[in-house]
């Protein structure tokens, strides 16, 4: 029995063992393809502008506002008058100024040259007189308004009409010893509808100059205007200070004020090298 047994342990021992799993094939060695990279440089940068139709831009809106005198609580007023007294019918202009912008209205005088621009509002104005075509325009009076200011003015135009004369010496101031030229001109004298002093020429007028002490004449004194309604003459400075000269016009003489006469002009200057 007991080598029965052996012998059964045996067997089991030799035939009942699991047999050995063989061990997996080898999977083939598997092949890559490399890849390549490729480089791609970006696309510049482009600027779209947008269309009116998709801007989301906002318009920019400029108010404007119209200047005006009022209405107000303050009132302008006075008189105007001429060399020969008050005078009616004269234009007054009224100009309010704000910055740069100027609203304007025109008063006209009425009896006695009196004149009133009432409910008006305050702030900077200036105000003239001035009556086409012979009268004015009056010194501006330039003047700050209160918002219920009561303002009077007695604004007096000069005349602007008649014979007009004028002088112009060049060099100004002429110099002694130095020559010189003295030119008169000769029109008549209106004002515009603006107020605006203007002088008509007058050709073919003869005219006489007649210099003072110390002032000589070096050309004819008798000369007749030209198209311009001017006449020129040559003279030269004896003494310094003078300044006078004498024109006649027909039967009438008027006196001119030059500038009065500088002293000569100095050499110049001798700039002196010494010898090494």
Same mark, same amino acid.
């Given at each position: 029995?007991a080598?029965v047994?052996?012998l059964?342990?045996?067997?089991?021992?030799?035939?009942?063992?699991?047999?050995?799993a063989?061990?997996?094939?080898t999977?083939?060695?598997?092949?890559?393809?490399?890849?390549?990279t490729?480089?791609?440089?970006?696309?510049?940068?482009?600027?779209?502008?947008?269309?009116?139709?998709?801007s989301?831009?906002?318009?920019?809106?400029t108010?404007?506002?119209?200047?005006?005198?009022?209405?107000?609580?303050?009132?302008?007023?006075?008189t105007?008058?001429?060399?020969?007294?008050p005078?009616d019918?004269?234009?007054?202009r009224?100009?309010?100024i704000?910055g740069?912008?100027?609203?304007?209205t025109?008063v006209v005088?009425?009896?006695g040259?009196?004149?009133?621009?009432? #409910?008006v509002l305050?702030?900077?104005?200036?105000?003239?007189?001035?009556k086409?075509?012979?009268?004015g325009?009056?010194?501006?009076?330039?003047?700050?308004?209160?918002?219920?200011?009561?303002?009077?003015?007695?604004?007096?135009?000069p005349?602007?009409g008649?014979e007009?004369?004028?002088a112009?010496v060049?060099?100004n101031?002429?110099?002694?010893?130095?020559?010189?030229t003295v030119?008169?001109?000769?029109?008549i004298?209106?004002?515009?509808?603006?107020?605006?002093?203007?002088?008509?020429?007058?050709?073919g007028?003869?005219?006489?100059?007649?210099?003072?002490a110390?002032i000589?004449l070096e050309?004819?004194p008798?000369?007749?205007?030209?198209?311009?309604? #001017?006449?020129?003459?040559?003279i030269?400075?004896?003494a310094?200070?003078?300044?006078t000269?004498?024109?006649?016009v027909g039967?009438?003489?008027t006196?001119?004020?030059?500038?009065?006469?500088?002293?000569?002009?100095p050499?110049?200057?001798t700039?002196?090298?010494?010898?090494?």
């Amino acid at each position: 029995m007991a080598l029965v047994g052996a012998l059964l342990m045996a067997a089991a021992a030799c035939g009942g063992s699991k047999p050995t799993a063989a061990p997996p094939p080898t999977a083939p060695a598997e092949t890559t393809t490399p890849t390549t990279t490729a480089t791609t440089k970006p696309a510049p940068a482009t600027t779209v502008r947008p269309t009116s139709t998709s801007s989301t831009a906002r318009p920019t809106t400029t108010a404007t506002t119209l200047l005006g005198l009022g209405p107000g609580n303050a009132s302008i007023g006075g008189t105007v008058s001429g060399p020969a007294g008050p005078v009616d019918g004269a234009t007054v202009r009224v100009e309010r100024i704000v910055g740069k912008a100027v609203a304007t209205t025109d008063v006209v005088t009425a009896g006695g040259g009196s004149w009133n621009l009432g #409910s008006v509002l305050g702030g900077s104005y200036r105000v003239r007189a001035f009556k086409a075509p012979d009268l004015g325009p009056s010194p501006v009076e330039a003047f700050f308004l209160g918002a219920n200011d009561r303002k009077t003015f007695d604004l007096k135009m000069p005349g602007g009409g008649g014979e007009r004369l004028t002088a112009v010496v060049n060099p100004n101031p002429p110099r002694v010893d130095q020559p010189a030229t003295v030119t008169v001109q000769v029109g008549i004298g209106r004002v515009d509808d603006q107020g605006r002093p203007l002088v008509t020429p007058r050709p073919g007028v003869i005219l006489v100059l007649s210099p003072a002490a110390g002032i000589l004449l070096e050309s004819a004194p008798q000369a007749v205007t030209d198209g311009n309604g #001017s006449a020129t003459w040559a003279i030269r400075c004896a003494a310094e200070g003078a300044d006078t000269i004498s024109l006649t016009v027909g039967a009438g003489i008027t006196s001119f004020k030059l500038p009065a006469c500088g002293p000569p002009v100095p050499p110049p200057a001798t700039t002196t090298t010494k010898a090494r």
